[in-house]
């Protein structure tokens, strides 16, 4: 299998992921080209055995055996293959395939795939076979006929993070963290800090760079050229995208109207918030109402 064939594969499972919000597959790929260092628009769970170097934002980190991986849509990563090949199985989802049946606390804030953690799990034989067998039920199912597979393969997946969140994480960083690094966690931790909105009256405050920037005592500038530099995204995106998100989840799941969310969100007017959610989303909110 060459780059241009692994690319194929990517761009397959990318499209299945966008249909359905989750993509399961196994991974057997031959050491070939250089590493893409690239960001993702989606969560991934690798579960794997290989040598490699992963490239993880400013940090790298060699395994060399069976481990898991954390993928963050949020943070640019690329592997360096050092054997012949790498065997396994790779989860895609995206953050809203997981919390699409209940409103639960964002992925972001789990040590697996916060930034700053560490994502990388190396793993013993009696856990690889834990692991292994959880995969395949994903595998099984995906392709399946039951009507409820959506909800059956969220909570393999969720099994998946808390038995990986049993296993003591091994720190085997060959660089530090950046200051750029621990500015990014710092934004990102305040920005999930400010969801879910449980009520109209107590509308979201911190909607600009700016408002972040002067939570965190820093200069607007440097904390845009951190947040670049790290995930590859602007700061306003990372707002902005948060904010759409949270405006899914309440369109969704509560009966408030859509002036109450736009005011909610921090949105003096609802046709402010219209366009904003159309600019961001492509789509208008009433699209998301049950």
């Known amino acids: 299998m060459n780059n241009q064939t692994v690319d194929a594969v990517y761009e397959a499972n990318s499209v299945n992921l966008k249909l359905r919000g989750f993509n399961v597959y196994p991974v057997d790929i031959p050491a070939s080209g250089a590493p893409t260092y690239r960001r993702r628009d989606f969560y991934k769970i690798i579960l794997s055995t290989a040598h490699m170097v ?99 393969i969220r909570n393999y997946i969720q099994l998946v993070v808390h038995e990986a969140l049993k296993i003591q994480p091994s720190d085997t ?33 911190l909607r600009t760079a700016q408002d972040y920037a002067d939570r965190l005592s820093v200069h607007v500038n440097h904390l845009n050229r951190s947040v670049k530099e790290i995930t590859g995204k602007p700061t306003t995106n990372h707002i902005a995208e948060r904010i759409a998100s949270e405006a899914k989840a309440l369109l969704q799941h509560t009966d408030w109207s859509i002036a109450q969310i736009a005011y909610g969100l921090g949105f003096a007017y609802t046709t402010h918030f219209n366009n904003y959610f159309k600019r961001v989303t492509g789509s208008i909110p009433k699209s998301f109402r049950g």
Do not use: W
Not at 111 to 122: A, N
């Open 173 to 205: 960083l060959i660089q530090h963290k950046s200051a750029a690094s621990r500015m990014t966690v710092l934004f990102l931790d305040l920005l999930e800090r400010q969801f879910p909105i449980d009520s109209p009256e107590q509308p979201l405050t």
């Open 54 to 152: 992963i490239h993880y934002a400013n940090r790298s980190v060699e395994v060399n055996g069976p481990f898991l991986f954390f993928g963050n849509p949020h943070i640019p990563y690329s592997v360096e293959l050092l054997s012949p090949r790498q065997i396994g199985y790779s989860c895609l989802f995206s953050e809203q395939f997981l919390k699409a049946v209940e409103r639960s606390e964002s992925i972001q804030t789990s040590p697996l795939f916060r930034i700053g953690g560490t994502p990388i799990l190396p793993l013993t034989a009696s856990q690889v076979v834990v692991f292994d067998e959880l995969f395949n039920k994903m595998l099984s199912e995906q392709d399946g006929q039951y009507p409820f597979k959506d909800e059956l």
